[in-house]
C-alpha cells in the first residue's frame, strides 16, 4: 500500500498512518502491529491525535465504540496528559 503525503509535516503524517491502518486492519491490535509499535503506544497516538475510530459490525460493545463511558475515560486520560 502506498500512502501520499502533502506535506512534511511529521505530526500529520503520523495521524494519516494511524488512520490508514486502523481502517485496514479493523482492530486496534492488528493496526499495531502493522505499524510495529504496541497496541498501548497505538492508543496514546489516538488519544493525541483525537483520532474518531468505529470498530465494524460485530464488535463487542464497549470497544471501539464512541458510548460515553468510553468517551470519558478517553477525555480523562487527555486531560490528565495534557
Not at 11 to 39: M, N
Not at 41 to 49: F, N, T
Request: net charge positive; with cysteine.
Amino acid at each position: 500500500m502506498q500512502i501520499v503525503l502533502d506535506n512534511f509535516n511529521l505530526t500529520a503524517a503520523e495521524r494519516l498512518l494511524c488512520e490508514t491502518a486502523l481502517h485496514t486492519a479493523g482492530s486496534i491490535v492488528e493496526a499495531a502491529k502493522l505499524l510495529g509499535i504496541t497496541r498501548h503506544a497505538l492508543k496514546r497516538r489516538i488519544i493525541k491525535h483525537n483520532i474518531r475510530w468505529i470498530r465494524d459490525a460485530g464488535a463487542r460493545p464497549g470497544i471501539g465504540d464512541t458510548s460515553p463511558r468510553q468517551s470519558a475515560s478517553v477525555a480523562g486520560v487527555a486531560a490528565m496528559t495534557a
